[in-house]
């Protein structure tokens, strides 16, 4: 296996870099946006799309999940690594993608507000964190695994 960041691993998952939340652990995403992605899906309809990808054993694995916000964002910061570049579709709109801002779904929430919270970035690759409600936003599922081999 290539341990680069942004490899196809030998399972077709990408290789997205080392977790902040779980020491050692790397991180894996799917190579595409969940399926509905880029027309936007709800939170709710998200968790139920996951819990579908896991049922089917996704690439061999059943422990698939929306990546916390620290992770979400280390992901993103990788997203031209790679296999990984090119992958990150974002958002269609009214027939058109919402190309320059795009939102991804993250399993952290703010349960006193009722909203799940999103990773943001832009062209320049700015990154921001805050709590959304909106169906707009695209999602990107993950899971933890050792390193690979370099």
């Given at each position: 296996?290539?341990?680069?960041?942004?490899?196809?691993?030998?399972?077709?998952?990408?290789?997205?870099g080392l977790s902040r939340v779980f020491e050692g652990k790397a991180i894996y995403v799917l190579p595409e946006d969940l399926p509905g992605s880029s027309e936007g899906a709800n939170y709710a309809k998200v968790n139920e799309t996951i819990d579908d990808i896991n049922g089917?054993?996704?690439?061999?694995?059943?422990?698939?999940?929306?990546?916390?916000?620290?992770?979400?964002?280390?992901?993103?910061?990788?997203?031209?690594?790679?296999?990984?570049?090119?992958?990150?579709?974002?958002?269609?709109?009214?027939?058109?993608?919402?190309?320059?801002?795009?939102?991804?779904?993250?399993?952290?929430?703010?349960?006193?507000?009722?909203?799940?919270?999103?990773?943001?970035?832009?062209?320049?690759?700015?990154?921001?964190?805050?709590?959304?409600?909106?169906?707009?936003?695209?999602?990107?599922?993950?899971?933890?695994?050792?390193?690979?081999?370099?």
């Amino acid at each position: 296996m290539n341990g680069q960041l942004g490899s196809r691993m030998s399972d077709g998952t990408i290789y997205a870099g080392l977790s902040r939340v779980f020491e050692g652990k790397a991180i894996y995403v799917l190579p595409e946006d969940l399926p509905g992605s880029s027309e936007g899906a709800n939170y709710a309809k998200v968790n139920e799309t996951i819990d579908d990808i896991n049922g089917e054993k996704a690439h061999g694995y059943n422990d698939w999940q929306l990546p916390p916000i620290k992770d979400a964002i280390v992901v993103v910061k990788n997203m031209n690594k790679g296999d990984l570049s090119g992958t990150f579709t974002g958002v269609s709109g009214a027939g058109e993608t919402i190309a320059l801002f795009n939102y991804y779904w993250t399993q952290d929430t703010q349960e006193q507000y009722g909203k799940a919270h999103v990773v943001t970035f832009n062209e320049d690759h700015e990154i921001d964190s805050s709590p959304m409600e909106s169906k707009f936003i695209a999602s990107r599922a993950i899971r933890y695994g050792e390193p690979p081999v370099s």
